[in-house]
């Protein structure tokens, strides 16, 4: 969490907080996990009343952020619902609002936003490909032109929430360059399949598009000219990612540290071993600098800070090992409880191990370091 | 904390005129992470140098109250020149221990006196201080000070050692912790003196390092006699001054004291040390020396950024004031993991060189890693620190704790060996 949250703000964080608590508390999450959605429509659209599909949409369709800096706003959310290993595609709805709301025509802004922020339709990135990386410059699926507009075969995945989304975001290759489609679920030809995974209710589907054919008046943005869209879009998204594994760790080094009070072992509580109080040590020092990159990358995001690739990418390297890391420690402080199904800390790894491979690995997120700080250029 | 006068000038204005004045009248900054690891004299007069250069310039200080010889601005001012000073030299061996912990604590504890007395000839640079806290038989245990300091009439007369005072043979004055009473628990009688060193009875000895560096020192004092208007705070009330000055130190290697300029920045992005070393090595295009030096350029962000979240939350109460702790833990940690990584990138370099090689330095810096860990209070001090004052876990047990010191178990005075 930011240290310099408004007063807004902060009550914004309590709102939400409640609310998630009261109405998907970690028992419904449970329950969830048997729903083929994963998520409950009617409960996305009471989320969306208090303001979490409208962050980044233009007043004219019914945003409105709190603070005016809506990323930041809508981190608050995404903080919240990791503490609570939520369900409801908040990154992908909110990815695909944002992507039109910057590049959208008025007629595409009109069609869908305000469908958005009502929370009656949700929508989604499609941008991975079946064994294939992340990073833009692998993408295969071509839009092959066809008269005015353009026809697209074949597959992406995974694809989150693919089977309950209502509206695509299509990232695919004409000739050279990238282009983006919106495309509505109905249209011709295309399908999609339920995969499984990790996360207990988060979905993920593939997409089959079997010749789907497109009109001019579906590409968001410029023909072959995507691919800074593109970056836009990987960083909002890896900012909301951060954000949510934050509240993840949060939370479990929270009730970690607690039951470190209350569990006795020897006659003393755990809590007072210094080989346990050293690993907290490293935890909490882990925890805030997780905090503390994670606000740099979305400051730096939500002004377009001409750094933000790389800060970006650095939280994401930094949070993407350590959340895990920690996580994993504080399974072993639960002693055999961490590795059952009942106990609660699975959920939240199975968040954090997600948002740890999505949008680029640690590893990978390195890699596009090295190249962003200029490691390509120099040659010796 | 000493609130500043409202400033007639805004923070950006402010800066604008910092960034304009350090690029007319400082030297541009080397990073030194692997060339030279002693300092030594004409160092230390450079650093007199600058200070002064910065004291004339009105950027000494800057949070220091300017009836002290400071400019009296709030923090947002030191934070803004930090960003202009990144890339400037400044008087880092000046600025810690001198101001960032000396002059903080006597700020904190000193009498009117003092602080008139010595913060300005501080800020002038005219007065080098070491802050003398470890002794050879004590270790991480601070509390259990044999120096003795034995009342005699307007005198103290100490006698004792002190160890591990960095730059201490090109110091003018020491704040030296020493104990007054004997017959109380260890906390309870030690008194805080300020000591010139240039005086009959004080020996500083320098030790040599394992990597041949010459800058830590040990002292001797014999039969020292300090007038009783040195000590600072009250007699057998140092250990209040002792945390005083330990949180400084913390806030001061962290990168969170509004008193130090210029160690808040030790990532010089864009290029890392690991990435002058990678293309030393003609390295650039290995996918693994790819990760490490990407690694090394999180590490740089992620220990600023955590700086300045930590600083902000402490002064906020958000977080205890002991989390300087947390920062002093990762940039030893990150110490250590930039020296592994200068090996791996180094390869065979590390260990046999010609001379004038740029990477020759990462197999010294390897040797000494471990200082990282140890100097400023060892990694294990802080953990303790952040787990029982910043996560309130249970305290340690002490066999110590409420026994008269006189009574306590310690270790005997080790035999000096020839050097």
């Known amino acids: ?380 | 904390m000493i609130e500043p006068d409202v400033p007639v000038e805004s923070v950006e204005a402010f800066q604008l005129r910092a960034r304009a004045w350090l690029a007319e009248n400082m030297p541009r900054a080397v990073d030194t992470e692997l060339s030279a690891v002693d300092i030594d004299i004409e160092r230390w007069q450079r650093e007199r140098r600058l200070q002064r250069k910065l004291y004339d310039g009105g950027f000494a200080g800057l949070c220091f109250p300017t009836a002290y010889g400071g400019q009296g601005l709030p923090y947002t001012y030191q934070q803004a020149f930090d960003q202009e000073a990144v890339d400037y030299d400044l008087p880092f061996y000046i600025d810690v221990p001198t101001l960032g912990i000396i002059g903080a604590t006597i700020l904190e504890f000193g009498t009117e006196e003092q602080k008139q007395r010595y913060l300005p000839a501080m800020l002038r640079g005219e007065e080098i201080w070491v802050q003398m806290l470890s002794e050879p038989t004590g270790g991480s245990d601070l509390a259990s000070v044999m120096t003795r300091a034995t009342r005699q009439d307007d005198v103290f007369v100490v006698s004792g050692s002190k160890i591990w005072t960095s730059g201490c043979y090109a110091a003018d004055y020491g704040l030296c912790v020493t104990r007054t009473n004997w017959d109380v628990p260890k906390h309870d009688g030690i008194t805080v003196l300020i000591v010139k060193l240039d005086q009959p009875g004080v020996t500083v000895e320098r030790i040599v390092g394992v990597r041949g560096d010459r800058e830590f020192c040990q002292e001797f004092f014999n039969e020292v006699r300090v007038p009783v208007g040195n000590v600072l705070g009250d007699v057998d009330a140092g250990w209040t001054v002792v945390r005083g000055l330990l949180a400084h130190e913390r806030d001061s290697m962290g990168g969170s004291s509004r008193y130090v300029s210029s160690i808040k920045m030790p990532f010089r992005g864009p290029r890392t040390a690991a990435f002058e070393h990678a293309i030393a090595a003609g390295s650039t295009r290995d996918p693994r020396v790819r990760q490490l030096v990407a690694e090394a350029h999180v590490m740089g962000l992620v220990q600023q950024q955590t700086s300045e979240r930590v600083a902000r939350a402490m002064e906020k109460g958000q977080l205890s004031p002991h989390a300087g702790a947390l920062l002093r833990l990762m940039g030893a940690r990150h110490g250590v993991r930039r020296s592994d990584i200068a090996l791996e990138i180094a390869g065979v370099s590390a260990a046999s060189w010609q001379p004038g090689d740029s990477l020759a330095g990462a197999g010294q810096f390897f040797i000494g890693r471990q200082g990282a860990e140890l100097g400023g209070g060892s990694t294990e001090m802080q953990r303790n620190i952040i787990s029982e004052r910043v996560l309130e876990m249970p305290r340690e047990v002490a066999a110590d704790r409420g026994v008269p010191f006189k009574e306590v178990r310690h270790n005997a005075m080790p035999m000096r060996r020839g050097r």
């Open chain 1, 1 to 380: 969490m930011d240290v310099d949250l408004t007063e807004d703000q902060e009550s914004f964080r309590e709102t939400v907080g409640k609310f998630l608590a009261a109405e998907v508390p970690l028992g419904t999450v449970r329950e969830l996990a048997h729903d083929t959605a994963g998520f409950d429509r009617a409960c996305w659209r009471r989320g969306a009343n208090l303001g979490w599909t409208s962050m980044l949409v233009p007043k004219e369709y019914g945003g409105a952020s709190l603070s005016g800096e809506g990323l930041l706003d809508l981190v608050i959310v995404a903080e919240e619902m990791g503490r609570l290993v939520s369900p409801g595609p908040l990154l992908a709805t909110n990815l695909v609002a944002s992507a039109v709301a910057e590049r959208g025509t008025a007629a595409q802004q009109a069609a869908l936003l305000p469908s958005i922020v009502s929370g009656d339709r949700v929508a989604t990135w499609a941008l991975y490909e079946a064994g294939r990386r992340w990073q833009p410059d692998e993408l295969q699926l071509e839009a092959r032109s066809k008269g005015d507009g353009f026809v697209i075969r074949g597959e992406k995945s995974p694809v989150e929430a693919g089977c309950e989304a209502d509206h695509y975001l299509v990232t695919a290759r004409t000739g050279d360059g990238l282009s983006q489609f919106l495309v509505p679920a109905d249209a011709q030809g295309l399908s999609a399949t339920p995969m499984e995974s990790l996360d207990l209710v988060r979905r993920y589907a593939a997409l089959h598009f079997d010749d789907v054919e497109l009109s001019a008046a579906a590409v968001l943005g410029e023909v072959g000219g995507a691919a800074a869209d593109v970056e836009r879009q990987l960083q909002v998204a890896l900012v909301l990612q951060c954000a949510e594994t934050c509240g993840v760790v949060d939370r479990v080094f929270e009730f970690t540290l607690e039951y470190m009070f209350d569990r006795f072992s020897f006659g003393r509580p755990l809590a007072s071993y210094q080989a346990l109080k050293h690993r907290f040590a490293d935890m909490k020092m882990w925890l805030e600098a997780s905090h503390a990159t994670a606000t740099a990358a979305a400051r730096a995001v939500q002004a377009r800070a001409e750094d933000a690739a790389v800060l970006v990418s650095a939280a994401k390297s930094y949070i993407g090992d350590h959340a895990t890391r920690i996580i994993q420690e504080c399974v072993q402080m639960h002693g055999g409880m961490g590795v059952t199904w009942e106990h609660d800390v699975h959920l939240y790894l199975r968040r954090a191990t997600s948002n740890q491979v999505h949008y680029g690995t640690p590893s990978e997120h390195r890699e596009r370091i090295a190249a962003l700080i200029g490691m390509d250029e120099e040659r010796e």
